[in-house]
């Protein structure tokens, strides 16, 4: 990725944390939500994540948990509405278990 291209894993955990409804999450957690997506690659999106102010971090012993965030100053709104675009352009939406990320009906 170039900084400017968004990939489809980085998507899908989007989704998926987006999807938790204010619960925390790890990302073992996260890893047992999306299909296809490496624990490394989980770790990494959502530290990006995290530096772009859409989720909230705390780092509790042993392992980090997140959250969507709902506040509203600080984040980077023209990275949240690419990657909204590109879910719908892939199909993808949080299943209704907020289990798993899957492909739009229809698809």
Known sequence: MTGKEISVHHAKV??????????WVTNPDLYEM?????????????????KRRLVERVEAH?????RWSTRREGRDHDFE????????????????NG???MPSEGD
Request: aromatic share 12%.
């Open 62 to 66: 042993p392992l980090f948990r997140y």
């Open 99 to 101: 289990k798993e990320v």
């Open 14 to 23: 989007y989704l998926a944390v987006k999807g938790t409804n204010g619960r």
């Open 81 to 96: 509405t690419k990657m909204e675009a590109v879910c719908e352009a892939f199909g993808f939406k949080a299943a209704p």
């Open 34 to 50: 999306v299909s296809g997506v490496a624990p490394t690659t989980i770790r990494l999106i959502m530290l990006d994540l995290y």
